[in-house]
């Protein structure tokens, strides 16, 4: 179920410990209407090259979801070197 005006922030973030208790940010989608995602939506978050100084320990992933709940959809997450695209 997807509440109406949910919205979502995906989110590439750092940290000194593995809990993630103080994330930083360091990059992000802005956020999106949950209405306006379709199946297997992509997105890409390449880490500015300034953040590199800011980078902790630990890298991660989450999303921040606002506006109303949402419990349906999946999210899956990878971190990589290098994205490949169609082409």
Same mark, same amino acid.
């Given at each position: 179920? #997807?509440? =109406?005006?949910?919205?979502?922030?995906?989110?590439?973030?750092?940290?000194?410990?593995?809990?993630?208790?103080?994330?930083?940010?360091?990059? %992000? %989608?802005? #956020? &999106? /209407?949950?209405?306006?995602?379709?199946?297997?939506a992509?997105? &890409?978050?390449? =880490?500015?090259?300034?953040?590199?100084?800011?980078?902790?320990?630990?890298?991660?992933?989450?999303? #921040?979801?606002?506006g109303?709940?949402?419990? /349906?959809?999946?999210?899956? /997450?990878?971190?990589? #070197?290098?994205?490949?695209?169609?082409?």
């Amino acid at each position: 179920v #997807v509440g =109406v005006g949910a919205s979502v922030d995906f989110q590439l973030i750092t940290d000194d410990n593995t809990s993630f208790t103080s994330p930083a940010i360091l990059a %992000t %989608t802005g #956020v &999106t /209407a949950v209405a306006s995602l379709t199946a297997n939506a992509r997105f &890409t978050l390449k =880490v500015p090259q300034l953040s590199l100084q800011a980078m902790q320990r630990y890298l991660g992933c989450q999303y #921040v979801i606002s506006g109303a709940t949402t419990t /349906a959809g999946t999210v899956t /997450a990878d971190i990589a #070197v290098d994205v490949q695209t169609a082409g």
